[in-house]
T-cell receptor, first 114, second 114 residues
Framework: AQKITQTQPGMFVQEKEAVTLDCTYD???????LFWYKQPSSGEMIFLIY??????QNATEGRYSLNFQKARKSANLVISASQLGDSAMYFC???????????FGTGTSLTVIP | EPEVTQTPSHQVTQMGQEVILRCVPI?????FYWYRQILGQKVEFLVS????????KSEIFDDQFSVERPDGSNFTLKIRSTKLEDSAMYFC????????????FGSGTRLTVV
């Protein structure tokens, strides 16, 4: 069974600082995809970044990067130069080889302080 | 950028009534999904749909729920005899054939059962 764990229910970061949101996963599959989504207070789910299990390099998308440590089964999201608009819920998710569903973590609420 | 469109954005219904949540997936996508998120909780998989049939469903997706692709563009979730605990945000998503890649989520329908 797949499982995603996000151990930080809430995080605070000073504007312009970097922040790391933790995510660990559990799977017996060799092939899988890891994702981070942002959910602002308006409720929509916004795709941020993707890491495939066979990707050798960490994924980056602008100010977002994914610190992928396969042996430790962790896929932490790093947000650099935090902005006030980054305040939101962040969900880590995994898609397995069958691809039929995502497994989501419980989310981390990030608050950026001016 | 192509979007998944969900209507309505907010629906209020009386307990026991039937509701239909509507989604227009991205036109060249082949896989369609419904997820729900009860307030303050994580996003949960309901059902996946491919080639005009359900490919996978969760335990949540019981006989109260049904999905349909009535024409070439719409994808609907019907909830019969709604209960208070059906109150949640319902997300539609679609994806291309690449199974290890992400979905595009719609902006969600907030269902409130009173």
């Amino acid at each position: 069974a797949q499982k995603i764990t996000q151990t930080q229910p809430g995080m605070f970061v000073q504007e312009k600082e970097a922040v790391t949101l933790d995510c660990t996963y559990d799977t017996s599959d060799q092939s899988y995809g890891l994702f981070w989504y942002k959910q602002p207070s308006s409720g929509e789910m916004i795709f941020l970044i993707y890491q495939g299990s066979y990707d050798e390099q960490n994924a980056t998308e602008g100010r977002y990067s994914l610190n992928f440590q396969k042996a430790r089964k962790s896929a932490n999201l790093v947000i650099s130069a935090s902005q006030l608009g980054d305040s939101a819920m962040y969900f880590c998710a995994m898609r397995d080889v069958t691809g039929n569903q995502f497994y989501f973590g419980t989310g981390t609420s990030l608050t950026v302080i001016p | 950028e192509p979007e998944v469109t969900q209507t309505p954005s907010h629906q209020v219904t009386q307990m026991g009534q039937e509701v239909i949540l509507r989604c227009v997936p991205i036109s060249n996508h082949l896989y369609f999904y419904w997820y729900r998120q009860i307030l303050g909780q994580k996003v949960e998989f309901l059902v996946s749909f491919y080639n005009n049939e359900i490919s996978e469903k969760s335990e949540i997706f019981d006989d109260q729920f049904s999905v349909e692709r009535p024409d070439g563009s719409n994808f609907t979730l019907k909830i019969r005899s709604t209960k208070l605990e059906d109150s949640a945000m319902y997300f539609c998503a679609s994806s291309e054939l690449g199974r290890l890649y992400g979905y595009t989520f719609g902006s969600g329908t907030r269902l409130t059962v009173v």
